[in-house]
């Protein structure tokens, strides 16, 4: 770790105009970013008693190397360039607020030609209109309670399309829950303006359709048709359960989201009630871990900023009204940001009496509720992970912390289609987002440890690459932050130059490598780090037999007892490399073993044989084309036509043909 003296700027040399700061670690990531009033002010404080910081700040500071400024015109400014940094970078040390738990949504797919009604989690998706979000009980009661008065496609696509084959739709069709466009029951414009009533009803026009239903329940009556006038009354009953669930809290024509939190000495909970209509139409929640001495109005400036700056369009819009424990800080450009965001006002409040503050206190219960449930949820998982850390560094000896680890793996059949993985663990947890896949030829294929020394050769070299860029890239950033400086001092309204850094590459290395295998394959992982200089990640093998620990060049495995927590954790990143690295070998060789008769025309790659099946329907029809009509197909010029003739021309009139076949499974791809 490092000493904050050592990289200390003199106190002269920071301005004292309104700016934001980076500090970086030693290999050249943005571990945190902030911003300050007073730059000088701010930054002093991270240097003047290290010792006094809480831990988090305290670990931030000795992380890192050295700390960058860029000074900005005024606090809206400053705003804006931390948030642009915090989205690009995503420091490891910066407040991130995350979900409690992952809520649910009703989506309605808008983009397609039949529209389909489902529930989603995750990332939003173009096209695709959501409501909610509830509870996961809710929304499956809701939406088989809408169904039966709008009944918009809910089906898969292989549902559908399998349906569409057949001529018969599937049972939601049978009981009138579907509309069976699959089937042709319904036109495309009509199951679109079905969707689009769906919608309209969940975006708060219920009492329209309730009433429209009314009415043609008394003109039903008022012929006679009872039976027709029963199944009305029955969907306006439905419709009212759905209408009445969200009980009115507040005027009709309000539309806030109303926000409280409960915090204690290092972690927060944020509740948010989402209000349209004066109903509340959704809830979601985030728990947040204190970096910085951060008083409640910066929590509420950072939750805004990235609730509104990340996902600004959840709720369908962003509300005319933020309610809000405490006045963040800056709100007046807090507010003419997220103004700028939704295209109209929104104001930011503290709601004093009355419904609102009555409705601010029941969401403040809730998030007091959601923290105890996280710290109970997570104290025995803190517990664990960082026991399993401390183990396997003391059980291997190893001189630092092992913040992040990387896990390969082998995979091939009899040496063919080999492949190799690499997983991600950073703290204990698994780091998706950098998980790598290898292809390996050659002679590199030749066994498992040439196949690991050329994964690690590969890997560490684009390391060793991007770092010497990232020194190169440190240096100009640098020389314009010394000219920025001296700009500023000689005029502080003078704002600063310097060059943003790029998006941070994967160019760091982990503390401790783990490869599947004993001792050659340990070796190999270990001569390939020493051929590229590096020595400083250390090397370990788990093999499976007697889930044994090896380390280079030794003839004694390290046996850690079973109940250890640090052998659990080598053998779940073991197993994660694994399932990883056979997920990609079946890919691999289920497009290897696919075979068609279009795989021996010379110039033919997969792209062009894809887009002449596509343009002719089968190898058949490619077989009966001409050379212009060959040539008319995407991507096939004169040549590459004549070529094709003249392959299929040489087979002979009575060749037998070959359809594209998976030779794992025996279906038939292409007739």
Not at 41 to 48: K, P, V
Not at 380 to 409: H, K, M, N, W, Y
Not at 495 to 510: G, N, R
Request: include cysteine.
């Amino acid at each position: 770790m490092a000493n904050p003296a050592s990289y200390r700027p003199k106190t002269g040399e920071i301005p004292t105009n309104p700016g934001v700061y980076r500090f970086r670690d030693p290999h050249g990531r943005v571990i945190y970013v902030g911003k300050a009033k007073s730059l000088r002010s701010r930054l002093n404080s991270y240097f003047a008693n290290p010792a006094g910081l809480l831990p988090k700040t305290y670990a931030m500071v000795h992380a890192a190397s050295s700390v960058e400024w860029t000074v900005v015109g005024s606090e809206l400014e400053s705003l804006q360039l931390e948030y642009t940094w915090i989205k690009e970078f995503k420091p490891r040390f910066n407040v991130v607020f995350r979900d409690d738990k992952t809520y649910p949504y009703l989506a309605v797919t808008m983009s397609e030609k039949y529209p389909r009604v489902q529930v989603m989690r995750g990332d939003k998706r173009k096209g695709t209109r959501y409501f909610g979000p509830y509870t996961a009980g809710a929304i499956r009661e809701t939406m088989d309670t809408l169904l039966r008065v709008f009944p918009v496609r809910s089906c898969s696509a292989g549902v559908f399309k399998r349906a569409e084959a057949s001529g018969r739709p599937c049972l939601l069709g049978y009981i009138d829950k579907c509309s069976a466009p699959c089937v042709g029951r319904i036109s495309p414009e009509d199951h679109r303006a079905l969707a689009e009533d769906f919608c309209a009803f969940m975006g708060g026009e219920a009492k329209r359709f309730i009433t429209k239903l009314e009415k043609q329940m008394a003109d039903a009556v008022g012929k006679l048709d009872y039976e027709h006038a029963a199944r009305l009354r029955d969907d306006i009953t439905a419709l009212r359960k759905v209408f009445e669930r969200n009980a009115v809290v507040l005027a009709e024509d309000t539309d806030a989201d109303v926000f409280a939190l409960h915090e204690d000495e290092l972690e927060a909970a944020v509740q948010v009630f989402h209000v349209r209509g004066g109903r509340i139409r959704g809830q979601r929640g985030w728990v947040v871990e204190k970096v910085e001495d951060f008083s409640t109005p910066d929590l509420v400036e950072h939750l805004l900023q990235q609730v509104y700056g990340e996902d600004g369009d959840t709720h369908g819009r962003l509300p005319r009204e933020v309610l809000v424990p405490v006045a963040p800080s800056n709100a007046e450009d807090l507010a003419e940001w997220l103004g700028g965001i939704r295209g109209a006002k929104v104001d930011i409040r503290v709601p004093q009496r009355g419904d609102k503050a009555a409705l601010m206190s029941t969401v403040r219960e809730n998030a007091e509720h959601a923290l105890k449930l996280h710290k109970t949820r997570r104290a025995g998982d803190i517990t664990v992970r960082s026991q399993a850390l401390q183990e396997l560094q003391e059980a291997l000896d190893l001189p630092v912390p092992l913040l992040r680890i990387e896990c390969f793996d082998v995979s091939h059949v009899q040496g063919t289609n080999v492949v190799a993985s690499m997983v991600v663990v950073e703290d204990g947890l698994p780091k998706k987002s950098d998980y790598r896949k290898f292809s390996i030829t050659g002679p590199a294929a030749a066994d498992d440890t040439a196949a690991m020394h050329d994964v690690l050769t590969r890997r560490f070299r684009h390391y060793l690459q991007d770092k010497s860029a990232q020194v190169d890239e440190s240096v100009l950033a640098s020389d314009g932050q010394d000219a920025a400086r001296e700009a500023a001092a000689d005029n502080p309204a003078v704002l600063d130059t310097t060059t943003p850094a790029p998006k941070a590459k994967f160019a760091y290395p982990p503390n401790l490598v783990v490869v599947d295998g004993g001792q050659p394959q340990v070796n190999a992982a270990a001569r390939a780090l020493r051929d590229l200089g590096i020595d400083d990640v250390y090397v370990v093998g788990l093999a499976k037999r007697l889930e044994e620990v090896w380390l280079p060049d030794s003839d004694f495995p390290v046996i850690l007892p079973r109940t250890s927590q640090g052998l659990y954790l080598l053998q779940r990143i073991r197993d994660e490399a694994h399932r990883f690295a056979i997920t990609f070998h079946r890919q691999k060789r289920g497009k290897a073993m696919t075979v068609s008769a279009l795989d021996a025309v010379p110039g033919l790659g997969a792209s062009k044989r894809k887009a002449l099946l596509a343009h002719f329907g089968s190898v058949k029809g490619v077989k009966a084309a001409t050379v212009e009509e060959l040539a008319q197909a995407k991507g096939i010029g004169p040549a590459l036509a004549t070529a094709i003739v003249n392959h299929f021309a040489s087979d002979g009139p009575e060749a037998v043909t070959v359809p594209a076949i998976n030779m794992t499974t025996g279906e038939i791809i292409e007739t």
